[in-house]
C-alpha cells in the first residue's frame, strides 16, 4: 500500500493534498521561471552573437507573475526596453529616413560619442566643431568629408587636422569620409524570436516536472 493512501486512511488526507498543492505550485512557478530566464537568455544571447552589443541584449527583462508567490496559474513574461530595435533587426526591416533625405553611415573615421552614443553627423560636428562637407556621386552613395587632413606618420595611422601653415599652402591636404549617405537601408534579418519562443514553450512541461519533488 502506498505512503499517500496509507496517510488518507489515517485521518491525514487534507494535510495530504495541502502538501500536494503546496508542491504543484512551487514545480510550476519554479518550472515558468526556468523557461522565462531561458528565453531571455537565448535571447540575449541572439543579440550578442549578432555583433550587436550587451546594451541592446540587456534590454530583454523577464518577469514571473504573480509576483512574491507560488501559483499554480503562474506565468512568465518577456519583452525589451528596445522593441523598435529588436524588431527591426528580427524582421529584416526597410530603414527610411525621418526626413526624407539621407540616412547617415558612421564610417570608421567617424569614431563615436561620448559614453559610446551613436554618433551623428550633427553630434560629430559639435565635438569637432567644424563643418562636414557633402559630396555627391551619381549613381553611388554620397558622403560627408572632412577636408584638411593629414595622414599620421608611424603606428598610430589614421588622419589628423592639418597644421595653419600645411593648409594655407595645400600640400598633402587630403578629405576623408566621415559618413556615407543613402536614401534608405535594408537590414538583414538577424535574430529569430519566434523560434526560440516556441523552444522555450515546448520545454515548459519538461521544467514543471523536473521540479516535481520525488515522491
Known amino acids: 500500500m502506498s505512503s499517500r493512501l496509507i496517510a488518507a486512511l489515517s485521518g491525514n488526507l487534507q494535510e495530504l ?7 504543484a505550485r512551487h514545480a510550476v512557478t519554479t518550472g515558468v521561471r526556468d523557461a522565462t530566464d531561458g528565453l531571455k537568455g537565448e535571447l540575449r544571447s541572439q543579440i550578442t552573437g549578432a555583433g550587436l552589443g550587451a546594451r541592446l541584449a540587456n534590454t530583454w527583462r523577464g518577469e514571473v507573475y504573480p509576483k512574491g508567490r507560488e ?9 525589451s526596453r528596445a522593441p ?29 560619442g561620448p559614453r559610446g552614443k551613436r554618433i551623428t553627423p550633427g553630434l560629430w560636428e559639435r565635438m569637432r ?7 555627391y556621386r551619381a549613381g553611388k552613395p554620397s558622403l560627408l568629408v572632412e577636408d584638411n587632413q593629414r595622414a599620421r606618420a608611424g603606428k598610430r595611422g589614421g588622419f589628423t587636422t592639418a597644421s595653419a601653415s600645411a593648409q594655407q599652402s595645400g ?5 576623408v569620409p566621415i559618413f556615407l549617405l543613402v536614401p534608405q537601408a535594408q537590414l538583414k534579418k538577424k535574430f529569430d524570436i519566434n523560434s526560440a519562443v ?11 516536472i523536473s521540479n516535481w519533488p520525488d515522491e
Open 171 to 175: 600640400k598633402g591636404l587630403v578629405s
Open 71 to 79: 501559483s499554480l496559474g503562474a506565468a512568465g513574461l518577456v519583452y
Open 129 to 135: 566643431g567644424q563643418r562636414l562637407r557633402f559630396v
Open 198 to 208: 516556441q523552444r522555450w514553450e515546448s520545454q515548459l512541461i519538461q521544467n514543471v
Open 17 to 23: 493534498m495541502a502538501a500536494e498543492l503546496k508542491a
Open 84 to 112: 523598435v530595435v529588436v524588431a527591426a533587426h528580427d524582421e529584416g526591416a526597410l530603414i527610411r529616413s525621418k526626413n526624407g533625405f539621407w540616412l547617415s553611415i558612421p564610417l570608421p573615421a567617424a569614431g563615436t
